[in-house]
């Protein structure tokens, strides 16, 4: 129950001639009767919120900075006529900063025993699941004097996908790939180390490529054309440790790392190669393993909603195990992770020969555009000191890189503007190189 605005005003309004002309209960009771007894009819008038239906329908999914339409039905199962305020409750994070009055309260009348829908627009600010809250509903009488007011839970889940904003460089890589492919109107040959076919010799073809035994059995010289390798297995490693939770620029860098992943994933199943992914810090978070081509995206964003970074050291010796167990033929395992010097030194490299000696290792890390801003930063002596901390950390990353490439790992170190087509450029050298 709920006493409306309209029925304290005219309290108020009644109040004043009581106390200048009959002061005392005689005059309250002769103002205040009345109006109760309006308030009590106007209750019994209102339609029950208990006893109406509510259903949800619309969309289960949205990327980050997309809008989501869900829809809430409300069926009038009352003899009387329906007037009510709604407000359908989200998570916080379900909509832009002072949006939320406006796109969760709903004004309706629905005559008895009809239904009418509303619709509740969310702007999600995060990624992972928002689950619907109580849907609250006010139900007037026809005076709008009094209310009843109810709850219902009324379960809907929208999940909330990764933006993958790198999907605006995944034309140019399949263009880089149908390059190396052969499949362009280019002056050059397709690159790869798996055998395609024969054609004729032109001049300016590498004389390794001719086939003798080709040409023996033909009148005209036969060259052998190759084709990048296809059906290798990429297994992507994100780290979801602490590391992992440090923000670069607006956004975390296990966001980063992810809308990498992503692309990487998408231009590997075009590619032929099956893609699998893994993210660890000291137990498993996510897995997907086995998609078909065409699945593989879809399941990648779908299992990257719902990952957050973990204030927990990653367990360099369980990660190495698990993409052991995920890779048990040769692979390209591409690590998503940190180049910070303790994390790599103490955790990863004790444990790297396990990887390199089998597989093909890849590792990406989200570098820190503010310092090599602050790199050259000077005009006092703060700015000084900076730049000597920035240059600092950048000789530690620098160094980190070397030691893993002695290792025999690729490395790519990139902002987070700059590492999803640096990665896919290092995926796509390894392929033309025969390397995976």
Not at 32 to 38: D, S
Request: aromatic share 4%; charged share 25%.
């Amino acid at each position: 129950m709920a006493l409306t605005g309209r029925a304290a005003l005219l309290a108020a309004l009644g109040s004043l001639p009581v106390g200048i002309w009959e002061p005392g209960w005689t005059g309250l009771l002769a103002v205040n009767a009345p109006l109760a007894v309006a308030c009590a009819c106007d209750f019994a008038l209102a339609a029950p919120v208990r006893r109406l239906g509510l259903s949800r329908s619309g969309d289960t999914s949205v990327r980050l900075g997309d809008t989501a339409d869900v829809t809430l039905t409300i069926t009038n199962t009352s003899g009387r006529p329906l007037r009510a305020r709604i407000r359908d409750a989200w998570p916080p994070s379900s909509w832009q900063p002072g949006t939320e009055v406006t796109a969760s309260r709903h004004r309706l009348t629905i005559p008895a025993g009809e239904r009418r829908r509303v619709m509740t627009r969310l702007r999600p600010t995060r990624r992972g699941d928002r689950h619907a809250d109580r849907v609250t509903i006010r139900s007037y009488g026809p005076l709008g004097l009094f209310a009843r007011q109810g709850a219902h839970r009324v379960p809907w889940t929208v999940r909330v996908l990764p933006p993958f904003t790198s999907r605006k460089h995944l034309p140019s890589k399949l263009a880089r790939l149908r390059e190396l492919d052969g499949r362009t109107s280019v002056l050059t040959r397709g690159e790869g180390t798996e055998f395609d076919s024969l054609r004729e010799y032109v001049p300016g073809d590498d004389t390794r490529s001719i086939d003798w035994r080709a040409t023996a059995r033909h009148s005209a010289v036969a060259v052998r054309t190759w084709r990048p390798e296809r059906d290798r297995h990429i297994l992507l490693v994100l780290d979801t440790g602490r590391t992992s939770a440090g923000r670069v620029g607006d956004v975390p860098r296990l966001d980063a790392s992810m809308d990498a992943a992503l692309l990487l994933g998408a231009l590997a199943s075009r590619a032929g190669d099956r893609v699998d992914l893994l993210a660890y810090d000291r137990r498993l978070r996510a897995l997907v393993q086995g998609r078909a081509a065409g699945d593989v995206l879809p399941a990648l964003v779908n299992a990257m909603a719902t990952l957050e970074p973990e204030l927990v050291e990653t367990d360099a010796r369980g990660l190495t195990a698990t993409a052991l167990r995920t890779a048990p033929r040769r692979s390209l395992i591409v690590l998503l992770t940190t180049l910070d010097a303790a994390p790599i030194e103490e955790g990863l490299l004790p444990v790297l020969a396990q990887l390199t000696q089998r597989h093909t290792v890849l590792l990406a890390s989200v570098a820190d555009p503010h310092i090599a801003a602050m790199a050259k930063a000077r005009g006092n002596t703060d700015a000084v000191y900076e730049a000597a901390a920035a240059a600092q950390a950048h000789a530690e990353r620098k160094r980190t890189a070397e030691q893993l490439r002695r290792r025999g790992v690729t490395v790519v170190d990139a902002t987070p503007e700059e590492l999803a087509p640096a990665l896919a450029d290092a995926y796509l050298s390894l392929k033309s190189a025969g390397r995976l």
